[in-house]
């Protein structure tokens, strides 16, 4: 595709459950990143990859949180027994950079997360 | 650690006025910096990027932004605003070599016919 892909774009969940999220990057591209935004709010870093490895999970706010990318293509997010507070629209981007962080971040629209 | 601070949450313009958003960043190191723009129910899209060299960028859609480091600014601007501009604004910074990128709180732009 010609942009990043994430599914679903909606997603309700009663609070307690697990809850999957998709990204789908720019074909090529090296860098992916998972981000959370709050409503009225910017996004906030949760994790990063180059390729498969993992290099920075520094915003994953706790170990309910976790991300993989094993073939270095497709990510997915997992949020286990979710919270209220988990309620937050869930941006992956990827960017062709490998290292020097001056490649733009290409955006998908995003995974809206309600938990009820 | 970088940080990114945008004055103004809302921001309302006549159409073909000025539009003036403002961003200052905090890095211990020359940064790099961002402007993105988000329209309802959708991911950000860049406008434009400072990474070296001339401290005016050129952005999409007639926007511009210049890095004032004696200021620690990057402050969007453009002409004349058009109603397609109505949107919310960020403004990012990372640091070089750095793959982690800080975002502001976003100002969103109105602008009246």
């Known amino acids: 595709g010609a942009g990043v892909s994430q599914s679903p774009r909606y997603k309700v969940a009663k609070r307690g459950q697990d809850v999957a999220l998709r990204c789908d990057p720019i074909?090529?591209?090296?860098?992916l990143f998972w981000y959370q935004q709050a409503l009225g709010q910017g996004p906030e870093f949760l994790t990063y990859?180059?390729?498969?490895?993992?290099?920075?999970k520094s915003g994953l706010p706790s170990d309910r949180f976790f991300a993989e990318r094993p073939e270095g293509s497709v990510s997915t997010l997992k949020i286990q027994r979710t919270q209220q507070e988990d309620s937050a629209v869930y941006l992956c981007?990827?960017?062709?950079?490998?290292?020097?962080?001056?490649?733009?971040?290409?955006f998908g629209d995003g995974t809206r997360l309600s938990i009820l | 650690a970088q940080s990114v601070t945008q004055l103004g949450s809302h921001v309302s313009v006549s159409e073909g006025a000025l539009v003036l958003l403002r961003c200052n960043y905090s890095s211990s190191v020359p940064p790099y910096l961002f402007w993105y723009v988000q329209y309802p129910n959708q991911g950000l899209q860049l406008l434009l990027k400072y990474t070296t060299g001339a401290t005016l960028v050129k952005g999409i859609n007639g926007f511009e932004a210049e890095f004032k480091k004696s200021e620690t600014s990057f402050h969007l601007t453009k002409p004349s605003a058009h109603m397609s501009d109505a949107a919310e604004y960020f403004c990012a910074v990372s640091d070089r070599g750095y793959q982690k990128v800080t975002f502001g709180i976003g100002t969103k732009l109105q602008v009246i016919p």
């Open positions: 990859f180059q390729n498969e490895a993992q290099l920075d």
């Open positions: 981007a990827s960017s062709l950079d490998s290292g020097g962080g001056n490649q733009p971040q290409h």
């Open positions: 074909s090529g591209h090296v860098s």
